[in-house]
């Protein structure tokens, strides 16, 4: 088995990349990719990106709470990430009297710098391929489930061995769809502070409407900065804490970028998925995908006239917003490229090819795989169809994932109800400061609307039953009459029901108007659809690890590389312009004129702040600028995804040249298939987020901490 596994793998990458293609595990770099790397500019070795013996470029990149990428500038611990990664923390951190958001904040020492609770980052200690250990141990004769339980058995014996006698933590993960394990040894700091933020006017400038789009003129960034014991190691956060000293930080490059030039991205990509089959794909764009946009639609009209309406709904909901908004934009553009791709005549097409070549493999090996596959997916398509509509237009109801807090009051144990009791006070608090309850109402009458409209009637919940019976289907007399009578809408009701709260006082909560409507779907879900899917997706997981290991077989010249899945990845391309449709021609950069042309006070996305124009008009650039000009923002043909948000986009010397934090709209399709004629990452220039810091906010302080290279 261990001859069979180094064989196959040694095959895999037997050939040089030759595209941008690709999301490459860095521990493999010096094996498969380092020549094609250095070929394209790179003036490192493959030890300078990554090393198990010395300081390398990995040690100055963190996973940035729980989906985002930051990059290590100082010695003191200083993190740039992007303004939409930090977003959150800082609409957390602001009120009225207070609001960072518009005003941008700025802390002028390190003790004005504000914690924040529940914010973490992640180091990579080092990465091991731990394959030959698991697979030694699988065998075909076994059913799926015993294969994912010995899988499970031997990866918690792998992780706690490399925790032993350590504070560290540790995962083991799939690639390949399951075909090769790595283990990852992690540490992780807890006490993170805030340390600056532009307004929004910048950090967020064009909104929505600029969002997945080129040209761009965001200056998409934030600061923290970690703290750590005496000892410098990890530690809860305490006043006296100190800045951590990392292994290795970044040098900051202001020389700029030039068309062609070298380009990599390092990073922490969340997911991609580019080998799926066509039936996969046609289900996700033409079904799914449609569906979630429909919803998430209705609800950004909801948001956004509330959000017009008052500055303070502004603020309670600017996180919302833009976590709903994201990703309803980009299904769009993916769905556009896919079909601009003819994608699924593509998958189509090759498909055909390797059934020709599995009809006649070592014994009909693989001859089956895309005809279960296609059964799968006809059986899977009502389930997620059910789910998609219930995880996108309820479960992401404030009203319903509130209520689904409470649940635990009916199983804890006595000598842990006060500790219950008080982590659901904190938890109301916290829910309550962000929360407008008329706002609220009309996304839950629209969304319980839609989700009777859109599945199949006996898929219905009970709730239904007595919106029936007792509304005639009235949906807005039955939110109405659930907002009258829900005292979990309420703020003062909850914390009185807490304070008063005993055993006996479950029945009240279950009697709940909001309760019963969570109740009823999780009961549902539960009973009817759960394990079904579950069941499916174990099949769909065993056929996607199959019909890769086919694939693979069928094409054996082919250079693969692994989806991505949370885990450090490199990928490498060069600065390039590019043709989004006939007559149309995109620059590689874009300049403080643009930001200057798009400026209306009439609009909250594109209000470009008074000081901002006192700097253009002056050509205040610093030694930021060049030629009276500032550039802003950049693009190249680096592969990236979700995770890679924050992520260093660094030059040939590995200098830091950038901060990843979006890709264009023509070339979403990437997470699914790669275009390398339409597929370009955005990039912050790092020159524009040092202006922003040292000209504009004058934080030239944190500029001081910094390597430059000039």
Request: with cysteine; net charge negative; aromatic share 12%.
């Amino acid at each position: 088995m261990k001859t069979l596994i180094a064989l196959f793998f040694t095959s895999l990458f037997a050939i040089s990349a030759n595209a941008d293609e690709g999301m490459w595990i860095p521990s493999l770099i010096h094996k498969y990719n380092i020549t094609d790397m250095q070929q394209k500019g790179l003036r490192l070795s493959a030890e300078d990106l990554y090393s198990i013996n010395h300081s390398s470029l990995k040690d100055a990149i963190v996973i940035f709470g729980r989906g985002c990428t930051a990059d290590l500038v100082s010695d003191q611990g200083l993190l740039l990430t992007n303004h939409h990664c930090g977003f959150g923390r800082v609409q957390a951190h602001s009120t009225i009297e207070h609001d960072y958001l518009t005003d941008g904040f700025w802390a002028m020492s390190k003790e004005e710098e504000l914690p924040n609770p529940g914010l973490t980052v992640t180091f990579l200690v080092y990465m091991e391929d731990v394959t030959d250990r698991i697979m030694g141990e699988i065998n075909d004769q076994m059913t799926e489930k015993e294969r994912t339980e010995k899988i499970k058995e031997i990866s918690k014996t792998i992780i706690e061995e490399a925790t032993e006698d350590n504070h560290y933590e540790a995962v083991v993960k799939p690639v390949f769809q399951g075909n090769q394990y790595f283990l990852y040894v992690q540490e992780i700091y807890k006490d993170i502070r805030l340390v600056g933020a532009p307004p929004s006017a910048i950090g967020k400038f064009g909104g929505d409407t600029d969002n997945w789009m080129w040209p761009r003129h965001t200056g998409d960034f934030s600061v923290f900065r970690i703290y750590a014991n005496k000892d410098n190691e990890p530690a809860e956060y305490a006043e006296e804490n100190v800045p951590y000293e990392p292994k290795k930080h970044f040098t900051v490059s202001l020389k700029g970028v030039a068309e062609g030039d070298f380009t990599m991205v390092y990073g922490y990509p969340y997911t991609t998925t580019e080998y799926l089959p066509s039936y996969a794909v046609e289900l996700t764009t033409k079904v799914l995908y449609p569906e979630r946009i429909k919803i998430r639609q209705k609800k950004l009209d909801i948001i956004g006239a509330a959000m017009n309406s008052d500055p303070e709904i502004r603020i309670q909901y600017a996180s919302k917003q833009a976590g709903i908004s994201n990703a309803w934009k980009k299904w769009i553009g993916v769905i556009k490229g896919l079909d601009r791709l003819q994608a699924v005549q593509k998958k189509q097409d090759l498909e055909a090819d390797f059934q020709s070549w599995a009809d006649h493999y070592e014994d009909g090996k693989y001859k089956n795989t895309l005809s279960e596959y296609k059964q799968l997916i006809e059986n899977m398509q009502p389930l997620s169809y059910w789910t998609d509509y219930f995880f996108e237009a309820i479960w992401r109801m404030d009203i319903t994932r509130f209520a689904a807090r409470f649940r635990d009051l009916g199983d804890v144990d006595e000598d842990d109800l006060n500790e219950e009791l008080e982590k659901l006070k904190k938890r109301t608090s916290g829910f309550f400061k962000d929360y407008n309850q008329p706002t609220d109402k009309k996304i839950f009458i629209a969304m319980m609307q839609m989700f009777y409209e859109g599945v199949e009637k006996d898929r219905l919940p009970d709730i239904f039953e007595t919106i029936q019976k007792k509304f005639k289907n009235d949906f807005t007399a039955y939110g109405d009459w659930v907002y009258e009578k829900s005292f979990l809408v309420s703020e003062q009701q909850t914390m009185n029901f807490l304070d008063a709260y005993k055993p006996s006082k479950f029945k009240k909560l279950e009697k709940d108007p909001a309760y019963m409507v969570m109740n009823s779907f999780i009961k549902y879900y539960r009973a009817n659809i759960a394990g079904l899917i579950n069941e499916l997706r174990d099949t769909r997981d065993s056929l996607n690890r199959i019909y890769m290991a086919g694939l693979m077989d069928f094409q054996p010249e082919k250079l693969f590389y692994p989806d991505a899945n949370a885990t450090l990845r490199v990928t490498y391309g060069l600065v390039k312009d590019y043709l989004p449709r006939d007559a149309v021609q995109y620059d590689y950069q874009t300049t403080l004129e643009g930001i200057m042309q798009k400026d209306d006070p009439d609009i909250y996305d594109y209000d470009v702040p008074d000081r901002l124009k006192e700097l253009y008009q002056s050509k205040a650039y610093g030694r930021y600028g060049k030629d009276d000009r500032m550039n802003v923002c950049f693009i190249a043909t680096n592969h990236t995804t979700g995770g890679n948000s924050g992520s260093p986009v660094l030059n040939a010397d590995g200098h830091l040249i950038g901060l990843n934090f979006d890709r264009d709209w023509e070339g979403t399709m990437s997470d699914i298939m790669y275009d390398p004629e339409m597929c370009r990452n955005i990039s912050l220039d790092i020159r524009y987020c040092l202006f922003i810091i040292d000209e504009f906010a004058g934080a030239g302080h944190l500029v001081d901490e910094m390597t430059i290279a000039e």
